[in-house]
């Protein structure tokens, strides 16, 4: 193994100024004065004059330049020629609207900064060594993931190419050399590596990228550990004798072992992402040559953009359109609803479930009551010590009950265990926070956002996590006595715990608050406390003044639930070469489980006692035991979408900034609804008084037997509404491989008035022999607009 970054390299020489991320606000190629801001340009490729050899040579030329005070030329920071056609600038605001002028400009949107979704998975998936999935498939040996995120670590056991066949040849790939990053970095497990700070640096300039203060690389390497932890938990080498200071010890392995990893680093440390640089890490992705793409990233503004202005939807129809399966977070805004994003249907949306592993800690109280948590702290216990307990909110006001910087007096906090409210500033910040201030242990109390949804943490001081009615209890004991005490136990690692899966408490919910009739999450993978492999360049509390060092890390949030679909589709590209991107989302869809390890329905972790819908888990939790013979797909082509893309109002040339060439919406003899996508979910809309629905839909046999028979059967959770299909009984045979059937779904409710919730249930087509192919139906009622 390679030795470690850290023992070659002084750390203190990590510590970057990175002068060529510092392009001036002023400058050639502003076109006019006022402030300078980043847009890109989706530009008709096809306009490109045949005088000029390459689509950047006409961008920089006379073509582009602009017309006021000077024809000064245009200086892109991003060309894309592969997903996107066009370029990013960063231009004047008058200077954009001239270049929105251009008669062979499609379309300009502003520049966004997005942010990230923050071993024994596999197993808990389903996968076993030497059988099924991983067997067929060789591991995902011939597949290649690539991950657009904070870069990677390279020297981690977790991307070692020991016992590697050598890299497929079909790799277009490279490594970009850079800051502690040499082309030998890269090796037949990490066979790309690049970075993209065009956008980053055009955004925040010199000024704003030295006061970060944090470590950071001007190359594919991992300052932050995000990119590092979702590559490895896609594909991550088998690595034995792994864990997180003590918890979680055993072997590490990605979901897709032997599959290559490819590191497209447009995330950095403490400033996000940019939707140029994101851009930018799609297009070299798909011409580099990767199968699948993780993209742990989300949100921009915080509304829903049209998926013509959303470079995410926009990349990863390119990548899709040309054979590669797009894995993304769904978002860890819930579990409010309507908080789900990444809503375009050719995505794989992933939400977060829990597995049957925890960290459990516990909390004695002095009247002897005992309280249940969770931790990750690893450092000297407090050995049953009885000490003071306090709660800063009673005294020091909103700020100091959230145990913010600054905002707790260490006369009152010295030598007590603390009590934080979680909320408006990092978990373990608020320890450091206490720590700093003199206190020796902390509780961190969940509120009403989060409920009873707990994760561990690799705190810096004894601490650990509890639910809001614990909290709320701890608070009132507090409160209430006279001289109160508590310590705190932690109990290392179990497995085996029931429930799970349960749908984590962040997990970002549905309905799809874009377009309704297609539901989202799609699935829910596992994404709380995901042990893979971490940076070397900051502690597992990512926080600047930790100083601990580990190998791997654990860590929850969707970020971590997406990279596991990633390596499951790497996975069934393995074992079915010929799938469609949507075929392996059928797969994973149509087989995900919606019951626990003990028999019964998933439930909300969030609420104890709720019992999830498709609005939490989508299709359910992913299961590759089955999706690696799910029966039945249904599969979508570049027609499909564009007719529903038609469908929900989008113009002709709307629609082409995301096909890349001109399109004609379909003249159909019926009107075209978006639940008409053939989806292997069920979403259907009433709007008003509209109270009677068909959606269409189209089967293909993906089974071994080329004659089958499959008979419907569909359950409805209440009898207010009624679902019929026609035909009832599907017959494959060598000559007809798809069969298509109709599904009306009716209301009995005399008014849309009397329809008060969603309404859920599942259609499933068996053929008897093993293959039950299940889509959740969805019902809702909008009112019109």
Aim: aromatic share 8%; glycine share 12%.
């Amino acid at each position: 193994m390679a030795a470690p970054f850290h023992s070659v390299l002084p750390l203190v020489l990590l510590v970057l100024l990175i002068p060529t991320l510092s392009r001036a606000v002023g400058g050639s190629g502003a076109g006019g004065g006022g402030e300078r801001r980043t847009y890109i340009f989706r530009v008709d490729h096809s306009a490109k004059p045949s005088v000029f050899p390459t689509h950047a040579h006409w961008y920089s030329s006379a073509a582009f330049a602009s017309t006021a005070g000077g024809a000064d030329p245009l200086e892109p920071l991003h060309v894309y020629d592969t997903v996107f056609h066009g370029f990013s600038a960063s231009v004047s605001a008058s200077r954009a609207d001239e270049l929105r002028g251009h008669p062979a400009v499609l379309a300009a949107f502003e520049d966004q900064v997005r942010t990230l979704h923050t071993t024994r998975s596999p197993q808990f998936l389903g996968l076993r060594a030497r059988l099924g999935l991983w067997s067929l498939a060789d591991y995902g040996s011939d597949v290649i993931v690539g991950v657009l995120d904070t870069g990677v670590w390279p020297e981690r056991r977790s991307l070692s190419d020991r016992n590697l066949p050598p890299v497929p040849s079909r790799w277009r790939g490279g490594c970009d050399e850079g800051t502690g990053f040499s082309e030998s970095s890269c090796n037949r497990k990490l066979v790309g590596a690049r970075f993209f700070s065009q956008g980053h640096a055009a955004h925040y300039g010199l000024a704003a990228t030295a006061s970060n203060g944090s470590v950071e690389f001007m190359s594919p390497r991992d300052a932050d550990g995000h990119g590092t932890h979702t590559a490895t938990t896609a594909a991550g080498s088998v690595a034995y004798d792994a864990s997180m200071e003590g918890y979680a010890s055993g072997v590490a392995k990605g979901v897709a072992p032997k599959a290559r990893v490819a590191a497209y680093k447009v995330c950095w440390k403490g400033a996000g992402c940019l939707d140029s640089d994101i851009l930018a890490g799609f297009d070299r992705a798909v011409a580099d040559g990767v199968d699948v793409i993780s993209v742990s990233i989300g949100g921009g503004n915080g509304v829903a953009s049209p998926f013509y202005l959303d470079p995410i939807a926009i990349g990863a129809y390119g990548a899709v359109s040309r054979g590669v399966f797009v894995a993304t977070s769904a978002g860890n805004e819930g579990p409010t609803g309507m908080s789900v994003t990444n809503l375009a249907p050719w995505l794989a949306t992933v939400g977060a479930g829990t597995i049957d592993r925890n960290f459990p800690a516990e909390i004695v109280l002095g009247d002897g009551r005992r309280m249940s948590g969770v931790s990750l702290y690893s450092g000297k216990p407090l050995t049953n010590t009885m000490l003071p307990l306090f709660y800063p909110g009673r005294s020091g006001g909103l700020s100091a009950s959230l145990c913010m910087e600054n905002s707790i007096d260490p006369s009152l906090v010295s030598g007590k265990i603390v009590i934080c409210d979680r909320g408006s500033s990092p978990r373990v910040a608020k320890g450091m926070v206490v720590k700093e201030a003199g206190g020796i242990a902390m509780v961190l109390a969940n509120g009403a956002a989060n409920g009873e949804g707990l994760v561990g943490d690799a705190h810096v001081l004894p601490a650990c996590s509890v639910g809001e009615n614990e909290g709320d209890t701890l608070k009132a004991y507090a409160a209430n006595t006279t001289n109160p005490t508590a310590t705190i136990n932690f109990r290392g690692t179990v497995i085996g715990v029931k429930p799970a899966p349960v749908v984590a408490s962040f997990s970002a919910r549905g309905p799809n608050g874009l377009v309704p009739e297609i539901l989202k999450p799609d699935f829910i993978a596992p994404g709380v406390n995901i042990l893979a492999a971490w940076t070397g360049a900051t502690g597992p509390t990512g926080l600047e003044s930790d100083p601990r060092r580990t190998e791997f890390n654990i860590l929850s949030g969707t970020s971590m639930a997406c990279p596991h679909a990633s390596g499951a589709a790497a996975l069934l590209r393995s074992a079915h070469p010929d799938w469609s991107p949507a075929a392996i989302r059928s797969a994973l869809m149509t087989t995900a489980v919606v019951t626990d390890n003990r028999g019964e329905a998933v439930a909300d972790e969030a609420e104890p006692g709720r019992v999830a819908t498709p609005f939490d888990y989508g299709a359910g939790h992913i299961a590759l035991g089955k999706a690696l013979d799910p029966g039945l797909v249904y599969d979508i082509g570049d027609d499909d979408y564009v007719a529903f893309m038609c469908s929900i109002g989008y113009e002709a040339n709307a629609i082409q900034v995301i096909t890349h060439k001109p399109v004609a919406c379909p003249a159909t003899s019926r009107k075209p609804s978006g639940s008409d996508l053939n989806y292997p979910s069920i979403s259907v809309v009433f709007y008003g008084g509209n109270q009677s629905k068909t959606v269409l839909r189209t089967a293909t046999n993906a089974g071994a037997q080329a004659s089958a028979t499959y008979k419907v059967r569909v359950e409805m959770a209440t009898s207010a509404v009624s679902v019929t299909v026609n035909p009832e009984k599907l017959v494959f045979s060598p000559t007809a491989k798809k069969q298509s059937f109709a599904v009306t779904v009716a209301s009995s409710s005399s008014s849309p008035a009397a329809a008060t919730a969603p309404v859920y249930g599942h259609l499933v087509w068996s053929d008897g022999g093993g293959h039950d192919v299940r889509s959740p139906i969805v019902v809702t009622w909008l009112q019109p607009m």
